[in-house]
Antibody, heavy 117, light 110 residues
């Protein structure tokens, strides 16, 4: 069974940093593009970033370029999102998901990030 | 900046049929946009319904179908049920490994 489990969320002050992790199991992690999606409270889904199988190709939504960095460790079947210079508007539930056939197929349960003083 | 448009809300009677659409602020949606659709109920992670325009994800009932209607992607629910009451999001591939979600459609079944 495919499982994606996010961790590392919590409360952080504006300007602070946080590193999210996503532990994958039940499939061959190194074969898949992976992605991060977020959802602000009461709002819609927003694609954040994705990374190809060997980590050599990364793409970000424009508003997060330079602040967020996606990475992966295939040996650990783990995906990461390093978030710097956090702002109140980055407060959201963050989901990791597998990406195949130009869609997001399996999703984690999400992890909440709250940016507040 | 690419904006993906969806109807904010829809209502349907139990057993009825409803079609949501997903468009682009500039340009047309085609199969090369690889439209996909996601269902989300409050407090839950999204669930993938349709990918690559019209392919159903594993376990998705065949009352859900995807298509291209004119210059938009479409999700049709035929024979709506009470537990279809959810938010529905479309996702489009806009090139260069960039994806954009629509704002979502809230479906009420009553």
């Amino acid at each position: 069974e495919v499982q994606l489990v996010e961790s590392g969320g919590g409360l952080v002050q504006p300007g602070g940093s946080l590193r999210l992790s996503c532990a994958a199991s039940g499939f061959t992690f190194s074969n898949y593009w992976m992605t991060w999606v977020r959802q602000a409270p009461g709002k819609g889904l927003e694609w954040v970033a994705n990374i190809n199988q060997d980590g050599s190709r990364k793409q970000y939504v424009d508003s997060m370029k330079g602040r967020f960095t996606i990475s992966r460790d295939n040996a650990k079947s783990s995906l990461y999102l390093q978030m710097n210079s956090l702002r109140a508007e980055d407060t959201a539930e963050y989901y990791c998901a597998t990406s195949e056939e130009y869609a997001f197929s399996y999703w984690g349960q999400g992890i909440l990030v709250t940016v507040s003083s | 900046q690419t904006v993906v448009t969806q109807e904010p809300s829809f209502s349907v009677s139990p057993g009825g049929t409803v079609t949501f659409t997903c468009g682009l602020s500039s340009g047309s949606v085609s199969t090369t946009s690889y439209p996909s659709w996601y269902q989300q109920t409050p407090g839950q992670a999204p669930r993938t319904l349709i990918y690559n325009t019209n392919k159903r994800s594993s376990g998705v009932p065949d009352r859900f179908s995807g298509s291209i209607l004119g210059n938009k992607a479409a999700l049709t629910i035929t024979g709506a049920q009470a537990d279809d009451e959810s938010h529905y999001y479309c996702l489009l591939f806009v090139g260069s490994a960039i994806w954009v979600f629509g704002g979502g459609t809230k479906l009420t079944v009553l």
